[in-house]
T-cell receptor, first 109, second 113 residues
């Protein structure tokens, strides 16, 4: 079956760096998304990777290894507003999105 | 402001009642989706539409129906609500099916008693 695994919850300190991992098992692969979702709000797009490597976008970076079925989201210079859930989603060979349950990130002062 | 609008924001209804959640987008996106989000679970696709006039079943379609009469509107209907349909429902749209960014509505919190 198809599956996405990511940690349920992580805690980090304001100003620090945190890495949120995501592993996927899908029938074929056509890219991987990261979304941010604040409590009680809609998910918003962060990144999309389809090729191996690191893509940087301001304080956020996303990495993909297709051979390992692995991605991570790296958040630098953490701010209190980064407290949110981070959703990983992989696109399979039929262009269906497979969603992880999300990682709740708690930022402490 | 361009975007995607859902209504109602929240609703409590009795089991057995019929309910329609409305979704409208003004971005001229071809693809639209309905997801439900439950605590501890990932977003689960209920139904989707690749383009106006076509719809498809997602992962959890039972008890729900959709229509796509035009590009902008994609209503979700619960013919006879049951307590297990208590959830937060998100409508989303994208330029093409599952390629590129999904834009989500603000969600509709539905409680079935």
């Amino acid at each position: 079956g198809q599956n996405i695994d990511q940690p349920t919850e992580m805690t980090a300190t304001e100003g620090a760096i945190v890495q949120i991992n995501c592993t996927y098992q899908t029938s074929g692969f056509n890219g991987l998304f990261w979304y941010q979702q604040h409590a009680g709000e809609a998910p918003t797009f962060l990144s999309y990777n389809v090729l191996d490597g690191l893509e940087e976008k301001g304080r956020f970076s996303s990495f993909l290894s297709r051979s390992k079925g692995y991605s991570y989201l790296l958040l630098k210079e953490l701010q209190m507003k980064d407290s949110a859930s981070y959703l990983c989603a992989a696109v399979d060979s039929n262009y269906q999105l497979i969603w992880g349950a999300g990682t709740k990130l708690i930022i402490k002062p | 402001i361009a975007g995607i609008t859902q209504a109602p924001t929240s609703q409590i209804l009795a089991a057995g009642r019929r309910m329609t959640l409305r979704c409208t987008q003004d971005m001229r996106h071809n693809a639209m989706y309905w997801y439900r989000q439950d605590l501890g679970l990932g977003l689960r696709l209920i139904h989707y539409s690749n383009t106006a006039g076509t719809t498809g079943k997602g992962e959890v379609p039972d008890g729900y129906s959709v229509s796509r009469a035009n590009t902008d509107d994609f209503p979700l209907t619960l013919a006879s609500a049951v307590p297990s349909q208590t959830s937060v429902y998100f409508c989303a749209s994208s330029d093409s099916l599952n390629t590129g960014e999904l834009f989500f509505g603000e969600g509709s919190r539905l409680t079935v008693l």
